[in-house]
């Protein structure tokens, strides 16, 4: 079998049961496994059997249903996407303009109240006729297209009940002007009510204007992201340094960057040094220092120094480009939330009809003269007032402004799911090293014992620099890492190195050699032993150390302990904020890692964590997770007061090494490091590594998912309390009828709440 996965425009969507019909249809295609359809972005992703599934047969599955899909096409770029959406867009104004314009002028002419300031020759049912067929059939062309082709699979959708109102009133409307001597034959005074049909099609176009300039807003993160790129490189070829299009950039081209440039595209420094604001992809603010051998990130801005760099990754393998395709996936997926509201929206229309029909019956028999027109009315007004738009609408345009926003701040969040299942995590693990640590050894401690402080003149500052010259010089031939920490640290303070002589390394103890004439050894407890060296005088300066969680080697010079020197992977600046915010919120937060207890118990204490997992097999990283799954709260009053039943656990860790955990855990947090980012590893990426970002994660889950909620109580509401005024149930009791035009202008102002609400998303600040 060879699966394959097509994503692809979709036009004429305007509500989840179109939603609906497209996904059934695409799904009852031999060899589509799935079909997701998403209305805010309006695509379509497939996943089918290339050998069983052809593009001709996704565009007949959505032609089928009265829709078009642009399967034989690419999806075009950002320039090429304006373009046609600002043609839609005008396509669309200019219906709405003709509509609104000639309805006004039939409401003129026609309405009780406004007719008798009309001339007269708008009053004349003929001309009525005249000015509401184009907009009958030109403007609300649209309608018709969805319609028939549905109702030929036996289906319905928005654009069904919109189509049956129009044309009931369009077509009464024609018979009385043709024929207004066979209505008076009837009892009933020869009305039009082309204004009906008109203006309800004008409003419903203007609603859908309006919606899709709001919709429009919701995916600015895209053409941001898109608009980070740089044009064009400057590359060396042939001995000189030529400016090509950033298309035309191979993998292995040296490319110069100068001062406030972009960088073209992912690579490595060969030459030179800067600093490089990473914000606009990791969004963090400050300028990262690079030098010769660092990696570095296409559409960053190279700040202040020129550099020459390899391009290691090109075109769509860039770190930018992964971002952009991780955001739109995210952006086209769908909710399980929503997935429910699809559902119902299924057989919200043909209920609707029904209860259409059925309010068409009940006034037509008890309604007052003339009974056919109330009955006729009000059955127009619960078609138009019920069009699910609105709960189409809700989930998918939260779900973009919250995924859009992420990827803004260095949050990639891969699809809805894990975004709508975050805000219920009540438990975080947090690997130790890579993920709460920096995963690189540093020095952290020079520690010169009584012994040569009590043999030398020399101050306590002096000491350090002697004890670190010796181990650094004496490590600078092993491989170990710690030897690399030592040497590191001797680098960065300058230390001048002397050369060694009878370098010897001892496996399992450490090293020793001759520097400057004199018998050096450096390593641990076993080697000092084997070597006779006393350190009971430094034993409360080794047990403070230990106890703080850091490995200890010991320097002795001639015989005698003359120093330590504790070396420890260190904590991330972000490390303990990142966890008294998960702590705020109520959230227990776990560590894991394959360190001894010892170690694991001094870490977890200085980020305020309680619950430790040491000495843990990367293996058996997973089994305690799904152990933590089903464990309750020890605490029931916590339990009670955050409504947890059970854990949802969140896994963070670097990508790589933890992707078992990331994987079984609720959501899977990866940490982004560079350009290898591990974005299949987890259902979430933190490319800015800041542990802060884990908590604003679940927090933008939050704001997400309380924006889906009041959606959906709006748009659920206001067809639930809708729909029966339409069926006229005050009408007995205060007199009160909705009429078809109030009803249109309605469903279309509950469409372009729900967007304008979604983007209010947009003001929670990371």
Known sequence: MSELKKTFPIKGMHCASCVRLIEKSLGRVDGVSSAVVNLATEQASVVYDSTKVTDTDLVSAVRNVGYKAGVEQELKTEDQQKIEKEKELKALRNKVVVSLFLGSLILWGSFPGLMQFAPSILQNFWVQLILATPVQFWAGLVFYQATIPALRHRTANMDTLVALGTTVAYVYSAFVAIFPQIIKQLGVEPLPYFDVATIIIGLILLGRYFEAKAKAGTSEAIKKLIGLQAKTARVLRNGKEVDIPIDQVVIGDVIRVRPGEKIPSDGEILEGESSVDESMVTGESIPVDKTKGDIIIGATINKTGTFLYKATKVGADTMLSQIIKLVQEAQASKAPIQRLVDLISSYFVPIVIMLAILTFVVWYILGPTPAFLFAMLNAIAVLIIACPCAMGLATPTAIMVGTGLGAEHGILIKD?????????????????????????????????????????????????????????????????????????????????????????????????????????????????????????????????????????????????????????????????????????????????????????????????IKKVYAEVLPQDKEKIVRELQTTRFADSARRATYKLPTNIVAMVGDGINDAPALAAADVGIAMGTGTDVAIEAGDITLINKDLRSVASAIELSRKTMRTIKINLFWAFGYNVSLIPVAMGVLYPFFGLLLNPIFASMAMALSSISVVSNSLLLKRFKI
């Open 416 to 608: 809805a799911e894990s975004l709508e299942i975050a805000h219920k995590i009540n438990t975080v693990i947090f690997d130790k090293t890579g993920t709460l640590t920096k995963g690189k050894p540093e020095v952290t401690d020079v520690v010169p014992t009584s012994v040569i402080l009590s043999d030398s003149d020399i101050t306590s500052e002096e000491s350090k620099d002697l004890i670190l010259q010796l181990a650094a010089s004496l490590e600078k031939g092993s491989e170990h890492s710690l030897a690399e920490a030592i040497v590191n640290k001797g680098e960065a303070e300058r230390v001048k190195f002397i050369k060694v002589v009878d370098f010897k390394a001892i496996p399992g103890h450490g090293v020793e050699g001759v520097v400057d004439g004199k018998k050096v050894a450096l390593g641990n407890m076993r080697l000092m032993e084997r070597e006779n060296i006393d350190i009971t005088h430094a034993r409360s300066d080794l047990a403070r150390l230990e106890e703080e969680g850091k490995t200890v080697m010991m320097l002795a010079q001639d015989g005698k302990l003359v120093g330590l020197i504790a070396v420890a992977d260190t904590l991330k600046e972000t490390a303990k904020e990142g966890v008294d915010a998960l702590q705020r919120k109520g959230i227990e937060v776990v560590m894991i890692t394959g360190d001894n207890q010892r170690t694991a118990n001094a870490i977890a204490k200085q980020v305020g």
